[in-house]
């Protein structure tokens, strides 16, 4: 949620035996983080109304007797939350062993990383995809090699089409955010959604058509929120397969965008001195983090002359 100075009525809750005070319409998930408790997320994503389809992101609440999403829980005032009990921490394990099993995460970033270390999360107990597990669509009628009691995704190889954007979704939790990114929740395109049912469903374009040939605009604002890194520019998926993408070394530039009026912010992205993606900022309360191809993509003819 965004909170600002015209924020007036709070409500009180206690997390973990912590009183907290916190903005009316404050999520559970918010309260969590202001008492310093560090909740998993995968679908959640700050600029977009929560999916609640992964729920790695669990909770009890006191009266309660399911585990509550905390993304998408508003607060109530008396609320007594408990985060760490052994229900939500074995739970929330097991939501993160069973994605990983379905879904290459290895390139969902550092933070999931320390969750799935923290909370001692063993994929492999169900057939984790590794570096060694045959990444080829699997055959009409079959699904993802590993297991696919557990598969949660379709196995198929990298959609590479143009020089924009990859998209690799055998690293794909079905979050939905792209589809929602795309269509109402931000770009209103609706250039893909899901596709299939059950084991089969999928994120497609209309007829599975390549994305050139699609309703695509290339805005980039489904890579902006995947959580993944199932969708990613093509220099940084490029980078990253030949292992030389280094996120520890690159810096971040703020700047404006020069193509138009609108000036939206852009955060550039340059490891050894070459711009490697072009991201905005989610805080900001024009873009919500989004661009258009123009902000996204079309800083590439500064490295133009190195061949890149
Ligand atoms: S790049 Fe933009 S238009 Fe294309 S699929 Fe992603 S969100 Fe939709
Ligand atoms: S491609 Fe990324 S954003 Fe889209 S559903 Fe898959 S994981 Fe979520
Ligand atoms: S992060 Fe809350 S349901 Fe996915």
Redesign the pocket.
């Known amino acids: 949620m965004t909170i600002t100075s015209e924020s007036v009525s709070t409500v009180s809750a206690r997390v973990d035996g912590t009183e907290i005070e916190i903005p009316e319409g404050a999520t559970v998930l918010d309260a969590c983080r202001q008492a310093g408790a560090d909740i998993p997320t995968l679908c959640y994503g700050p600029t977009m109304t929560a999916a609640n389809a992964c729920r790695v992101c669990v909770v009890e609440i006191e009266g309660s007797r399911t585990l509550v999403p905390s993304c998408s829980r508003k607060l109530e005032d008396g609320m007594e939350i408990t985060t760490g009990s052994d229900r939500a921490r074995h739970s929330r394990r097991l939501v993160m062993e069973l994605l990983g099993s379905a879904s290459e995460l290895d390139r969902a970033g550092e933070r999931l990383d320390r969750w799935m270390t923290e909370a001692g999360a063993q994929p492999e107990r169900f057939g984790a995809p590794g570096p060694e597990s045959p990444r080829e669509a699997p055959a009409p009628g079959h699904h993802h090699p590993a297991d696919p009691k557990f598969a949660a995704t379709v196995a198929e190889p990298a959609k590479v089409e143009d020089d924009l ?1 990859v998209r690799d979704y055998g690293r794909c939790i079905l979050c939905y955010r ?1 589809v929602d ?2 269509g109402v929740e ?2 209103n ?4 959604a899901v596709a299939g049912r059950g084991f089969d469903a999928r994120i497609s ?1 209309e007829f599975d058509v390549i ?1 050139p040939d ?10 902006a929120v995947c959580p993944t890194g199932a ?1 990613a520019g093509k220099i940084e998926w490029d980078m990253r397969e030949a292992g030389t993408w280094d996120e520890s070394s690159q810096e971040v530039t703020r700047t404006v965008c020069s193509y138009c009026g609108v000036g939206c912010n852009l955060d550039l992205h340059t490891q050894d001195g070459r711009i490697v993606s072009v991201t905005s900022p989610h805080d900001h309360d024009v873009t919500l983090g989004n661009l258009c191809i123009k902000g996204r993509f079309g800083w590439m003819y500064v490295s133009s002359g190195r061949g890149v």
Do not use: D, P
């Open positions: 954007y792209c990114a795309c931000h770009q395109t609706f250039a893909i374009t994305l699609s309703a695509c605009v290339y805005c980039g604002n489904c890579i969708l």
